[in-house]
Nanobody, 127 residues
Framework: QVQLVESGGGSVQAGGSLVLSCAASGYIYSRNCMAWFRQAPGKEREGVATIDSDGSTSYADSVKGRFTISQDKAKSTMYLQMNSLKPEDTAMYYC?????????????????????WGQGTQVTVSS
């Protein structure tokens, strides 16, 4: 069993930055696919960025060039650096993990691909 806990959310003005963290605990597999998702009110949960155990990353088009996903394996922690934030980035942000995965397939954009989820951290961007 893997537990995921997000932190770092908050309220910022447009153009500002935030860094989200996702701390993993429990049984940590050596190879995983990790991701950040977000869900705005009335909208479906969407994949934002993903990273595999080798550090390969993918991003949604809406955040490319503004967001950076990274991980610190020694700390079992994943991060999401968010720059140039826009009001449309406002959402609950979730950390997700697919355990025992050698890589993240193209299905990473779909919530069903992941078996473990955190409780979420709210990000609010005002104009």
């Amino acid at each position: 069993q893997v537990q995921l806990v997000e932190s770092g959310g908050g309220s910022v003005q447009a153009g500002g930055s935030l860094v989200l963290s996702c701390a993993a605990s429990g049984y940590i597999y050596s190879r995983n696919c990790m991701a950040w998702f977000r869900q705005a009110p009335g909208k479906e949960r969407e994949g934002v960025a993903t990273i595999d155990s080798d550090g390969s990353t993918s991003y949604a088009d809406s955040v490319k060039g503004r967001f950076t996903i990274s991980q610190d394996k020694a700390k079992s922690t994943m991060y999401l650096q968010m720059n140039s934030l826009k009001p449309e980035d406002t959402a609950m942000y979730y950390c997700a993990a697919r355990a025992a995965a050698d890589y993240c397939s193209g299905y990473w954009r779909f919530a069903w691909y992941f078996g473990y989820w955190g409780q979420g951290t709210q990000v609010t961007v005002s104009s």
